[in-house]
C-alpha cells in the first residue's frame, strides 16, 4: 500500500490539473459560443436591413407605377396613344422614398423586419437622410422622436465603447445616385443583449458547476489533511499507549523478581513494599486502560449518566486533597474561592469529580515549578461557573481550537515528561456537553490557561 505522505502530492497535483482543464474548456467554449451569436446576430442585422431596404423600395416603385397608369394618355373612344414622356422617364425625377411615408409607417416597417430577424424591436430610433449633391453633408428630411438624443448618446459612449450602440445605414436609391433625391435610412439601436440572454443559463450553470468541482476539491483536500493528521495522530496515540503500558508492566516484573530474591523473601516488610509497588502500578494501569475505554464509549456516544445532587464544592475540595503529591512535586499552591451560593447540580458523581480531576491534573502536567491554580465558583439566575486558571505554559490559538480532539496533545515546549493519551479534554468536553453545560477556554502562551464551566441550575 502506497504511504498517504508519498500519494497526498500526486492527488493534489492531478486534481488541479484537471480542474485547471475544465475551467480552461468553459472558458474556451463560453468565448466560441459568444463569437458565434455575434456573428449570428450580425447576419441577422444584415438581412433586417436588406428586408427594409427591399419593403420601401417596393412600395415606392408600386406607387410609381399608380402613377404611370394613370398617366397614360387617350383619346374619345378610350384607346391608349402612349405614356407621359415626363414621368415615363423617371431617372433623376423620380420621387424620393421618403415621399411615400410616414413616420409611423417607417417605425412599423422597421420593427416588423426586426422581429421577422428575429431582433429586438423594442428600443430603436431612425431618421431618413437626405444628400446634398456634389459634398458628404446629409440633411434630415424625416425622424422618429427620440433619433436626436439616442444619436447623440451613441456618439458619446461609443468614446467608453464601442460596442453600447449599432448605427444602420440603409441608402434608399442606387449607389451612383448623387442627385438630390438621393436618401439614406439611419438606424440607430442599443446593442442586442439577446446574447446574454441566450447564453445566460448556460453560462450560469458552468459557473455554479465549476464552483462546485472547485467546492469539491477543497473538500476533498481538506479531508486528505484531516486523514492525514489523523494517521499521525493515531500513529502517536499507539506510541504513547505501547510506551504507559510497557513502563507499568517492566516495573512490575522488576518488583516480581526482587520479591523472588531470597534476601527479600526472609524481610516481610521488603515484601510489603514491592507488593505496593505493583499493586499501584497495576492500577496504573487499569486508569489507562479505562482512559481507552472511555474513549470508546465517547465515540459510540454510549455515556449512561447516574445523575443525582452532587455538591461541586465538596468534589472541587476533594480532588485538591487527592492531588497534593502531585502539586508538591511542582511546588504549586491551589487557591480556592468557592463562593457560589448554590452549589448543587444535577450530575453523574464519577463523570463529574473525573472531570475535575482531568483539568487540574492537565494543569499540573503543563507548568513549570511554582505552579499556581486558582478555582472560582458562583452562581447566575439558572446557573453554575467553575472557573479553574493557572500559570503554566500556556496554548496557542491553534492549540485552543484542537484541544478537545480524540488523541491530539498539546506541544509542550520546556515541559518534558508529559504523559498521556490525549484524551484527557476529549473526555471533559464529552462530559460537559452530557450534562448540558458549557465549556470556554481562555489562554496565552508562557502566562497559563483559564477553563470556564457552566452548569444549568433548574
Known sequence: MIPLKKIFPVIVVLITLSLLGIIY?????????????????????????NDVYNDMMSRRQAAVL???????????SGVSKGFNLDVARMGFNAPAVSDFFTVQEVRRCIKANMRKNHLDS????????GLVPGSDIATIKMQSAGFVKMYEKSQKDSLKNINDYKIQVIPLSEQNDYSAKAERLMIVMPTDDSIAKQLGMMITGGILFTMIIITAFALTIRTLLNQKKLSEIKSDFINNMTHELKTPLATISLAIDAIRNEKVMSKPEK????????????KRMNKQVESILQSALLEKDEIALKLQATDVHAVIQNTTDNLQLQLAAKNGVVDLQLDAINPVIMADDVHF????????????????DQLEIKIQTYNTRKSLFIVIADNGIGMSRDTISRIFEKFYRAHTGNVHNVKGFGL???YVKAIVDAHKGKIKVESTIGKGSKFTLEFPQD
Open 25 to 49: 474548456i468553459q472558458v474556451s467554449w463560453i468565448k466560441s459560443a459568444v463569437l458565434i451569436k455575434q456573428e449570428q446576430i450580425f447576419q441577422r442585422a444584415v438581412s433586417m436591413t
Open 66 to 76: 399608380f402613377k404611370l397608369d394613370n398617366s397614360v394618355v387617350k383619346d374619345q
Open 122 to 129: 423594442t428600443n430603436f430610433e431612425f431618421a431618413i437622410l
Open 271 to 282: 515484601i510489603q513494599y514491592f507488593s505496593g509497588i505493583i499493586k499501584e502500578e497495576n
Open 353 to 368: 469529580s473525573n472531570l475535575i480531576f482531568n483539568l487540574m491534573d492537565n494543569a499540573i502536567k503543563y507548568s513549570n
Open 424 to 426: 484527557g479534554l476529549t
